[in-house]
C-alpha cells in the first residue's frame, strides 16, 4: 500500500483496508494492533468536529507521513 498524504480517509493503511486473510496472518503472528481513539466535539468554527479522532489516529501511527 503507497502513503499517500493527506491520507483520502483516517482508515487508509489500516485494518480497514485489509483483508481478512491479512489479518488472520498478522494475528497467527502476533502482531500489535494500536486502538487510537478521540472523542467528537465542538472545537468552535476553526476546527472540524474531529479533529480529536483524527489527533489520535496521527499520534498512534496509524497515518504515516
Known amino acids: 500500500m503507497a502513503n499517500e498524504y493527506p491520507p483520502k480517509n483516517i482508515f487508509t493503511n489500516t485494518m480497514a483496508d485489509m483483508k481478512w ?3 488472520k496472518r498478522y494475528a497467527e503472528e502476533n ?6 481513539m ?4 465542538e ?3 476553526h476546527l472540524c ?5 483524527y489527533t489520535a ?3 498512534s ?3 504515516t507521513v
Open 21 to 23: 486473510t491479512d489479518i
Open 31 to 36: 502482531a500489535v494492533v494500536l486502538l487510537p
Open 38 to 41: 478521540g472523542v467528537i466535539e
Open 43 to 45: 472545537h468552535g468554527p
Open 49 to 53: 468536529w474531529a479533529t480529536d479522532i
Open 57 to 59: 489516529h496521527i499520534l
Open 61 to 63: 501511527g496509524c497515518i
